[in-house]
């Protein structure tokens, strides 16, 4: 049990919330910035204080889509990276290696170099739609939403 003094100063329980389409614990630091806890499981360096400067940035707006105001709040101000959000098993050097293991597997099971040649048609495809076109899109896609928020958020933060 604590005391009634220790209980005074005890810090509030982390609570979770759902920020950026990933739960993450948020739980106040010492500098009074936000730190993203162990709930968010594709975000790198998550144990730091971070200030919530997104938010800020992009606030809530009846004139703007939820979903627009959500993803500019994901991603920031900084370049569009669409394998931020991703999982480890989605990131560019998975999906090159899977396709190349996958390409290969003809050659070593069957000893069919003419089958590694068919498989690899698709898997090229797979790769170009994947992480050439994907990114770019995703990319696009930012920035025209960035345009809109600013437009129909009256412009105040061109």
């Not at 975000?43 to 939820?66: F, H, I, K, L, M």
């Not at 920031?76 to 991703?86: L, M, R, T």
Request: charge should be positive; include cysteine; glycine fraction near 6%.
């Amino acid at each position: 049990r604590l005391s009634s003094a220790a209980s005074a100063r005890a810090v509030p329980p982390p609570r979770e919330v759902g920020v950026n389409f990933i739960r993450v614990r948020v739980s106040n630091c010492s500098s009074g910035s936000v730190a993203l806890g162990c709930g968010a499981p594709f975000r790198r360096g998550s144990s730091t204080c971070v200030r919530a400067t997104s938010s800020e940035r992009y606030p809530d707006d009846p004139n703007v889509p939820a979903e627009v105001t959500a993803l500019l709040r994901e991603v920031g101000d900084g370049e569009p990276n669409v394998w931020a959000s991703k999982p480890p098993w989605c990131q560019p050097w998975t999906i090159i290696a899977t396709g190349s293991c996958v390409v290969y597997a003809p050659i070593a099971i069957f000893h069919a170099k003419w089958l590694a040649a068919l498989v690899a048609v698709p898997i090229a495809a797979w790769w170009a739609a994947f992480l050439v076109a994907y990114p770019q899109q995703y990319k696009e896609y930012v920035e025209s939403s960035r345009n809109m928020y600013n437009s129909r958020a009256g412009g105040a933060n061109a």
